[in-house]
């Protein structure tokens, strides 16, 4: 086991003193880090996805800004402006909360489009135009975006253009009953849950640690026969009666890339069929568009994806 993965591991132990049962949910933001992608957690209240993130950043020790995103939010709000100095008689720029490693953009389809247009700058080029003078962002950055998937009015929905630019739409669900039953005993005691330096979440590991991490990520060997799997799986998508619109090769890229984060995080110089498959419904889920009867009849982005992978043969 190499020393950047002891420690990112090492960085799930920590999350769990304060975050139970939502190991795989930790896993992808690791793989999301070392992959410099952008995730939107997608669950109802109460699950513990800002503590998540919070727990996050303590244990690697990255700087963590929050943003709320409401209708009202300007896109300065988030990028920063210009302020005028009297007594340079000169324009300086504020930073907003985007300059940060983790960004946590609390349900950000609350806010209109303009808003939330300003983050797609930001996320694919990590850099933010202000009067025309590029300011470059920090590194890593990473924006996290947070949804509840029941309440949606007034929301904006995402457009297909922002969406395609998240690596990960992550199902946040409830946590196991024996997790849920720990973190009861944990209110049960007094404890704050949102008070990590108490509850013994230390940092472990850092930004060096991503950065050589992803050098060896970028290592994992992917099979020409896995690349086959791979493209088939997405013409399987773009083909299928249930879809609209099917996965763009851009969306097959980060499924490659997120198979080789996931056979890493498991100990292996090499990806299996199966880091494709577990790999496959957070980087496609929200990259799929489903036809409206499809919709009315109960299906969704998961049981399209399961029934793809079941018509796709596994190679060997």
Same mark, same amino acid.
């Given at each position: ?20 049962? $939502? ?44 943003? $709320? ?248």
């Amino acid at each position: 086991m190499t020393e950047p993965r002891e420690r990112l591991l090492a960085v799930r132990t920590e999350i769990a003193k304060v975050v139970m049962g $939502q190991e795989e949910v930790v896993s992808a933001l690791l793989a999301a880090l070392l992959l410099g992608g952008h995730v939107i957690l997608e669950g109802v209240p109460g699950v513990a996805k800002t503590l998540t993130v919070k727990a996050l950043a303590r244990a690697l020790d990255l700087e963590f800004r929050r943003v $709320q995103f409401t209708p009202d939010l300007m896109p300065s709000d988030v990028t920063g402006n210009l302020v005028y100095e009297s007594g340079t008689q000169q324009f300086r720029f504020r930073p907003g909360p985007v300059f940060a490693n983790l960004l946590l953009a609390d349900e950000l389809n609350r806010t209109p489009p303009k808003t939330q247009a300003a983050l797609l700058e930001a996320m694919e080029e990590r850099q933010v135009s202000v009067e025309g003078r590029a300011e470059a962002l920090p590194d890593p950055f990473v924006v996290i975006a947070t949804e509840n998937p029941i309440e949606f009015e007034g929301t904006y929905p995402l457009p297909e253009a922002e969406l395609d630019r998240f690596l990960f739409k992550i199902a946040v669900g409830y946590p196991h009953r024996d997790a849920e039953r720990a973190v009861l005993r944990m209110h049960d005691q007094g404890l704050d849950p949102h008070d990590l330096a108490a509850l013994g979440v230390e940092p472990v590991a850092g930004a060096a640690d991503i950065e050589a991490g992803a050098r060896e990520v970028a290592d994992v060997r992917f099979t020409d026969e896995l690349l086959d799997y791979v493209l088939a799986l997405a013409q399987e998508t773009r083909t299928s009666p249930a879809l609209a619109l099917g996965v763009s090769p851009r969306g097959a890229a980060m499924l490659v890339r997120a198979s080789k984060a996931s056979a890493w995080l498991a100990g292996r110089a090499f990806v299996t069929p199966d880091d494709v498959k577990a790999s496959m419904r957070p980087a496609w889920r929200h990259r799929l568009v489903l036809r409206p009867e499809v919709e009315l009849e109960g299906a969704s982005a998961d049981s399209v994806l399961a029934s793809v992978a079941d018509r796709v043969p596994v190679p060997g």
